[in-house]
């Protein structure tokens, strides 16, 4: 595989590298991206193709600059000067651009000392010229090696703003601010960063491409509905894994490979461009690993299986067939996943649904976490009734969302949220809206010693 193929296989996941919940590209792909373009260009090289990289995310913040002060005709006159440069691949003469670089900076005064006396990003609202001044500005401090290599696509939080890329000082702008602030707006955020991953990294790598031209289109004024959505859309498997498949499993999808025989040699669940857990199997050596979202895993070796919990050995279990093993691990791997996503639902409700919520307006994200509980117990050959409380609470809550199952989810409801009363009580706000008059009012909040209300008969 050839270092443009390299680019593409790390691209093709890029978007599932953005995090739905702030839409910020995940630093860990950012700085995978930028050491593969490291070890695989020359020195000056790879610094053009990183200018040229930031030179284009910056150019997005130009719609953002008129001329109605002297800030954003400073920034627009130093923009358009670095990217003439690059252009001629001169940085030489970028790096000469330091005095005007740090005045453009001293002049949008976006940066202020916390209480300990740390830089911080002064965030206020309506204030996306600065933001685009300032990631003018950083890119003469990239030109210059100014900003350590340790710290290139850091996470944000632990660095000061003069160390933050240019192509986040772009982001910024995009989305008004940052994702936790009350004027940064998340799925703008988004937009910028599938913008990166589609169209300025092969623009930049492209270098008869011009600079002049982001080809960046503004971000939507609301949200699309597939934005809004609990469920992700799974993406489509590449032409070369014809024995992989891929389907949708709560808010992120589970994908599964297997050999000619037909038998699992790896399954995992990714959500939020991160795996969690995983089966890993090579018949031939009769060997596999396990792992589950916590703190569990479990090596097979030729018959022995060997338990691990928080990294210490737990046990042993000796002449089990490795096929069943492999299904045993299937099963886990699924319940595992399914046990904690009562919580991630009703925390993507909280964040990104309407206020008050209505579980009547997403009926179709709360079927197919039903359908995924139902997944579940299928895999596992096993009832509702004989699973652990949380995946219990999870499983009614959307029986009563969608009126399904009811008789069976009031009878096993109040013991289950007895159970979990401590853990999720914080959300019972939303709990009560998943229930609704499936319970009367006088249930709430811990509901263990009363009865079901009778059953509403339409």
Known sequence: MNIMEDIE???????????????????????????????????????????????????????????????????RQLLNTICQFVEQKDLLAICS????????????????????????????????????????????????????????????????????????????????????????????????????IEIAVKSALDLTCSLANPQFSLPPALPSKTDLRFARPVPPVRAHKPRTIRYAFFEGYIEKTTNKKGNTISMQFRSHGQSSGMIAVDYRARTGIWNDENYGAEKYKRGTVEHIHLSEFAGTKKKIDIHTWVREKEANLLHHVAIYRTEWLISWAKIHWEHPFHPSQHLDDIRHCLESYNRVLETNQTAIENNCSLLQVGWCLCSFALNQNITRARSIFPHAWHQEYTRLYSHLDYIKRFVGKHFPSNFWPKGYALEPAQEHRS
Request: with cysteine.
């Open 97 to 196: 651009l330091q005095e005007d670089a740090e005045q453009l900076f001293r002049q949008a005064d976006i940066i202020r000392d916390n209480h300990n006396n740390v830089s911080e990003l002064n965030d206020i609202p309506n204030q996306e010229q600065l933001y685009a001044a300032a990631a003018i500005a950083q890119l003469v401090i990239l030109a210059r090696n100014e900003i350590p290599e340790r710290e290139i696509h850091s996470f944000y939080k632990k660095m000061t703003p003069r160390s933050w890329m240019p192509s986040f000082w772009a982001s910024l702008a995009c989305s008004r601010g940052l994702p936790q602030s009350a004027h940064g707006c998340r799925y703008k955020m988004q937009h910028f960063w599938r913008w990166y």
């Open 9 to 75: 296989e790390l691209l093709y996941f890029g978007v599932e590298q953005i995090d739905h919940r702030d839409g910020i590209l995940c630093c860990m792909f950012r700085s995978q991206l930028y050491r593969i373009l490291k070890k695989e260009f020359s020195e000056n090289l790879f610094q053009l193709i990183q200018l040229r990289i930031a030179v284009l995310c910056v150019q997005t913040t130009a719609i953002w600059l008129k001329d109605h002060s002297p800030l954003e005709r400073n920034a």
